[in-house]
């Protein structure tokens, strides 16, 4: 029996495609750390090009706007095709006023009512899924939730604007409003409920938003706690409510404090849904919790159009200082789950954008 | 919770809360699927009465016609963010997992996980923003494709590197010390041990941030524009529809017809995203129940 060397051993056969993946493989373990390397510097680059340009975007509008942009209630375009003004250098549309106050307050009611609403449930659903239902169920149930973090937010947006708000401005606001007594806090949830395109809509948008994020995490801090100190609590003779409260909230409670700073900081940025159910009234606080407002994100893109035909570009610096604010609102609320979540477990991140 | 079953105490007030407590988690998980179930519903019932298969294949004439330049437009969106933020992203996930460690074997990397952790709960308006007046405007690259893909690539890298990273992190340790037993480079090893085992945790990042990617509007309204066109091959000056921006402006529009489109563009929207995060699910359950197998 004859034997052709050339298919026994092929190191022999040096063909050039050889030679070169013998390169590669000899320095494959550079080409790794160099392209992971600069692969990495990339998000660090992006999130300082993106600072920068708004910063220097915005500066403008800092000058002549100054402090009262933040407590300032006024929202007005100015003269777009006539007269100039002059202030502090920058020249701006006669009459042009910018107070981001609304959108400030509007911002942070938002999300306040989204966290009061999300939390809580968000904490039930996560028992229910790791306690009360069998596996079998509670894995698709569970995973049901996780989806609810994907659907887009436009259409989490038509929905709240075509079938939620309709429905709770005739079936379920009336009801509240007329038999809330006349007492603080209880009383904004009287008066007129308009049509439900408002605040109290926008939260109850935002908050089934933001529950999947805390949820789904909440779910698989509850499966990390270990069951011997549940089961001796039980053996004490605790309810599982008492067990819930004093053995297993408390075993991953900075890990839910992360997880809920992560959902209002979505909360915080949204702009598509707040922007479809809101109402979009800018310069204006609702007057109760059904009132129509707006969002430093919705305001920006509801008004990026009409801003880019201001001739002297103050009012898209204008747009730039808005979105600056709500950019160090957003990484300084980031930066605190970070705080809270890093002298926790590690955290597996939910499905969706957290 | 466990093997043992809790009776109701006999005394009334803890009673009550036990009773109460109950309550409330089926409370809450009906106050969770229960929207969830009614907005999709909802909007597939309002879609479905008048879809028509032709949209799939007509092109738009803004508030009526078909969406087909939207979907080729969100599918060249969805490959491009592939490409752009998938190569990022998980070159990013495998430094931070394999290289960024100090020689004390703790991790470091400290400035690019807070970068990624800062951009991933970034406005995402305000992206948008960035890209309509440094790219669109300041570089005068108009609507086009090139600024849309940066901005939508900027939103999922972090999402990508973070779920190689934990993919990668999973692999267990014995793998690696096996391949180094064999005289593998490392190089070699995390080609052909490491990242091969870890590639469905990988691939359901990917899929996940396609979602994300295609389900966008706020970072695409100001930097995609939008066309009646089918998506050309230059990738400047030139904009690009996409399904996002028909669910957007149409719904409220006057004529019926725009929103038949709104509502059509929907439920391709959610038929979409649920086939990408179905996929990506039973990856993950393929997955875990080999790994229990090989236990």
Redesign the interface.
């Known amino acids: 029996m004859t034997i052709n060397p050339a298919t026994v051993d092929p190191i022999r056969r040096d063909s050039s495609s050889r030679r070169i993946g013998h390169f590669v ?9 160099v ?10 680059a ?2 300082l ?2 600072v920068i ?2 910063a220097v ?1 915005a500066w403008p509008a800092v000058k002549v706007n100054g402090f009262g942009f933040l407590t300032s209630t006024s929202w007005l375009p100015g003269n777009t095709y006539g007269g100039v003004e002059h202030v502090h250098g920058v020249m701006i549309p006669a009459g042009a006023r910018y107070g981001a106050w609304p959108l400030i307050a509007g911002t942070l009611q938002t999300s306040a009512i989204a966290l009061i609403i999300a939390l ?6 996560a ?3 790791t ?3 069998p596996k079998w169920i509670a894995q698709p ?1 569970g ?6 973090a ?7 947006g ?2 709240g ?4 708000g309709p429905f709770l401005a005739h079936d379920v606001y009336p009801i509240v409003a007329n038999h809330v007594p006349n007492v603080p806090v209880l009383r904004y949830f009287a008066g007129s409920v308009g049509y439900g395109e408002g605040l109290l809509t926008s939260g109850l948008v935002l908050g ?1 938003m933001i ?2 994020i805390i ?1 789904s995490t909440t779910r698989d801090l509850f499966l990390q706690v270990p ?1 011997l100190p ?2 001796g609590a ?2 004490l ?8 409260r004093r053995v297993t909230i408390p075993w991953v409670r900075s890990g839910i404090i992360g997880a809920t700073v ?1 959902g209002l ?2 909360a ?5 849904a707040v922007a ?1 159910v809101s109402g979009s009234v800018l310069g204006a606080i609702a007057p109760n919790v059904y009132g129509t407002m707006t969002t430093i ?1 919705a305001t ?2 509801s008004q ?1 159009d009409s801003a880019a035909t201001d001739g002297t570009g103050f009012a ?1 610096a204008t ?2 200082e808005a ?1 600056l604010l ?2 160090i609102i ?2 300084a ?3 605190l ?2 705080f809270i979540v890093r002298r926790s477990s590690r955290m ?2 939910p ?4 | ?4 079953t ?1 009776g ?2 006999k005394t009334g007030w ?1 009673r009550a ?2 009773i ?3 309550l ?6 009906l ?3 229960g ?2 179930l ?3 519903i ?2 597939v019932a ?1 879609a479905l009465p008048n879809w028509r298969w032709n949209v799939l294949t007509t092109l738009s004439q803004g508030t009526s016609g078909g969406l087909e330049n939207a979907i080729v437009g969100t599918a060249v969106l969805m490959l491009g963010v592939l490409a752009i933020a998938g ?3 998980v ?2 996930g ?3 997992s ?3 460690i100090s020689r004390t074997g703790r991790a470091s ?1 400290g ?2 996980r ?17 890209g ?3 790219l669109c405007v ?1 570089l005068h690259w108009g609507f086009s494709l090139l600024p849309a893909l940066l901005i939508l690539s ?2 999922v ?3 990508i ?3 190689t990273e ?1 993919a990668l992190r999973q692999v267990p340790t014995s793998y690696r010390e096996g391949a180094d037993a064999l005289g593998m ?4 090893a ?2 052909k041990v490491v990242v091969k085992s870890a590639l469905p945790g990988i691939v359901t990042g990917l899929l ?1 941030a396609l ?2 990617a ?5 970072p695409l ?2 930097t995609a524009g939008v066309t009646n066109n089918l998506p050309t091959w230059s990738i400047l000056h030139h904009p690009i529809a996409y399904l ?1 921006y028909y ?2 402006t149409d ?1 409220n529009q006057p004529t019926a017809e725009a929103h038949i489109v ?1 509502f059509d563009a ?1 439920l391709i ?2 038929v979409m ?2 086939v ?2 179905v996929v ?2 039973v990856i993950v359950a393929r997955t875990q129940r080999h790994a229990e197998g090989a236990r």
Do not use: C, Q
């Open positions: 493989r000899r320095h494959e373990e550079g080409v790794w750390r392209g992971g390397r600069t692969a990495s510097l990339l998000p660090v992006a999130l090009f993106v340009v708004l975007k809580p449930i968000s904490i039930g659903t028992f229910a899924l306690e009360r239902l149930v995973f049901f939730v996780e989806i609810l994907g659907i887009p937010s436009v259409l989490i038509l929905w604007v075509l079938v939620l089934l529950v999947p949820a069951p549940k089961e039980e053996a003779g605790m309810t599982d409510a008492e067990v819930a992560l900081g979505r915080l940025g949204e702009t598509i479809m994100a920006i893109v990026l898209i747009l730039a979105g709500l950019a957003s990484i609320v980031n930066l789950a970070r597996s991140a499905v969706g954008r957290a | 919770m466990s093997v043992v809790v109701y105490p803890r809360k036990a109460s407590f109950r409330f988690t089926w409370g809450s998980l106050f969770v699927v929207p969830a009614w907005l999709i909802g909007v309002r190569t990022v992203g070159l990013t495998i430094h931070l394999e290289f960024a990397g400035t690019m807070v970068a990624i952790d800062v951009l991933s709960g970034f406005p995402s308006i305000v992206l948008g923003y960035v309509y007046i440094a300041g900027m939103m890298v972090p999402y590197a973070k779920s934990s480079s490392t190089g070699y995390l080609r996940i979602s994300i295609g389900g966008e509007t706020a309204l100001y996002t669910v957007w719904w709104s929907s929207l959610i995203v649920l990408l995060l990506a699910r």
